[in-house]
């Protein structure tokens, strides 16, 4: 490779002489270019948006405006994946400012006009980032949709409820998958206030400290459809916080959507036969005939596992000087495809739930199983008997251990009274209805009727309440998304009438 091939690009003949090394093309640029594909749309955008304002504020010379804009528009109009990345051309501008050269008759320079490098591919980024984002949060309200439909048909459904793995209390399925649409609602709440901070313009700040051309940033902003510019000129270019804040909400929202799916692998077993995956949400074995995999959940829990990386990624190459590329280099692409990777898979496990099967006569069944009437009952044991509750957890404890060893699956009393002799030096002598009915499933949930308890008529008001928080949350995604398309359909009205002169 020559000086003289890149020359006009690479800044060979100026402040360089020498082309870059090949192992700088195979290693940095080389690793840029991959994130073309990712951020090559909204690159477009900010160039379109920044040449207007060069156009209206009179930088770009009338004679040149036309030109410049039709060259752009052209290379709009290039597929992100058609365009023809080239390392030796340099990065993502570069290789975007070469192309455009070819494009434009005349005009391309302008477009560099109080303009660092960064720029284009920061502002790119950061709309990329911002529409990832709302993708996100609607897939998010779905899911929340998903789970809330789901519990409002099975507000009677006794379940199993699980510390450990091992049966704790009777539940409801429609208290248990409640537990997700609360920190679910705060996860789109965080997603929210990331996307706030994300929806500020970091356009036309000329380097680090302004520039001296009249560059309007408020415009460049209400063009790109933000509400507002970042206010100052060299933390627009190089905060490093937003990328650790969107990467942390993700990583929270993956933790909420792992435990989920973690839940619903197990449930999917054999051995525990509380749903079935529809065979569209399935994948068979090679080798074996007669497994029903439930892949779909598997790789949610992969996704949520490869976010962590990514948030271990945008925190490492944060912790750097100011006014250093490193905080992008990597997070230019690894943060969108980590937000687009999320959306997907949150997608994919609502839909998973939406078409389950759930055998809801084997959950009640075991929802009685397990002892797990005994927390209710040694309850009843301080409210019959008189005993404190460390007296009627000694009792109740030492009547499962004896029932376990004989297999006993309820306590009666005969074996309250046998542990109560054991234990206290006396019998209790309760009637066994009263034994027995303290252990009922179906009485337990029904006894849960404080706030946030599992009795159907508590769940139902928590159901009510996500739904509203879930109607907002998705008429506020709908309603940015609309906003964004219509100050884009606005931005390509302007460009195009400057580009017919």
């Known amino acids: 490779m020559t000086p003289q091939t890149n020359s006009h690009l690479l800044g060979v003949g100026a402040r360089l002489k020498e082309a870059p090394a090949e192992e700088m093309l195979d290693a940095a640029f080389a ?9 090559y749309r909204a690159m477009s955008l900010t160039d379109i948006a920044y040449a207007v304002m060069l156009c ?6 009338h004679e040149d405006r036309a030109p410049l804009m039709r060259g752009l528009l052209a290379l709009h109009a290039i597929p992100a994946d058609a365009f023809p990345y080239d390392a030796a051309q340099g990065d993502i501008y570069q290789n975007r400012e070469h192309r455009l050269q070819d494009l434009a008759e005349r005009g391309s320079g302008w477009l560099r006009a109080g303009r660092a490098r960064r720029e ?7 709309i990329t980032v911002r529409a990832n984002l709302l993708s996100l949060i609607g897939a998010v309200a779905d899911l929340i949709g998903v789970l809330t439909a789901t519990a409002k048909d099975h507000l009677r459904t006794l379940m199993p409820d699980y510390t450990y793995l091992q049966k704790a209390h009777p539940t409801t399925l429609a208290h248990y998958l409640m537990g997700f649409t609360a920190p679910l609602l705060r996860d789109g709440e965080r997603l929210r ?7 500020q313009c970091p356009a036309a700040i000329g380097s680090v400290n302004g520039s001296r051309l009249p560059l309007d940033r408020e415009r460049v902003a209400a063009l790109l459809g933000f509400p507002s510019a970042v206010p100052h000129t060299r933390d627009a270019m190089w905060a490093a916080d937003l990328a650790v804040e969107a990467a942390s909400a993700l990583m929270a929202l993956m933790v909420t959507v792992d435990r989920l799916a973690e839940d619903l692998y197990i449930f999917a077993t054999e051995e525990f036969g509380y749903l079935t995956l529809a065979d569209a949400h399935s994948r068979i074995s090679v080798i074996m005939p007669q497994k029903k995999n439930p892949y779909s959940l598997a790789f949610v829990r992969g996704v949520a596992r490869h976010t962590l990386g990514v948030l271990n990624s945008v925190i490492a190459t944060n912790l750097t000087p100011s006014g250093q590329p490193d905080n992008r280099l990597f997070a230019y692409g690894d943060l969108p495809r980590a937000l687009d990777a999320a959306t997907k898979a949150i997608r994919l496990l609502a839909g998973a739930i939406r078409r389950a099967d759930w055998d809801t006569d084997h959950m009640a069944r075991r929802a009685g199983e397990g002892f797990s009437g005994a927390t209710d009952l040694a309850d009843h044991l301080t409210e019959a008997a008189g005993l404190d509750p460390r007296e009627a957890h000694k009792v109740v ?9 004989t297999g006993e699956r309820l306590i009666t009393a005969a074996g309250l009274d046998f542990a109560a002799q054991a234990t206290l030096g006396r019998a209790l ?3 066994e209805s009263e034994v027995l009915a303290a252990q009922d499933p179906v009485s337990i949930v029904h006894s849960r009727t404080g706030l946030g308890g599992a009795a159907p008529a508590r769940v139902a008001e928590l ?12 008429w506020w995604a709908d309603s940015e998304q609309t ?18 002169g």
């Open 193 to 199: 206030a990331a996307y706030g901070r994300f929806n």
């Open 463 to 474: 159901v009510a309440t996500a739904a509203e928080s879930h109607a907002d949350l998705q």
């Open 56 to 61: 209206e504020t009179n930088i770009v010379p």
């Open 429 to 431: 002598n309760l009637p």
């Open 120 to 126: 284009s591919s920061t502002v790119g980024y950061v």
């Open 31 to 39: 690793h840029e270019i991959t994130d073309g594909p990712v951020l």
């Open 397 to 405: 404890g030492y009547a499962v251990r004896e029932a376990v060893s």
């Open 483 to 500: 906003r964004l398309e219509v100050a884009e359909t606005a931005l390509m009205t302007v460009a195009n009438r400057i580009a017919r």
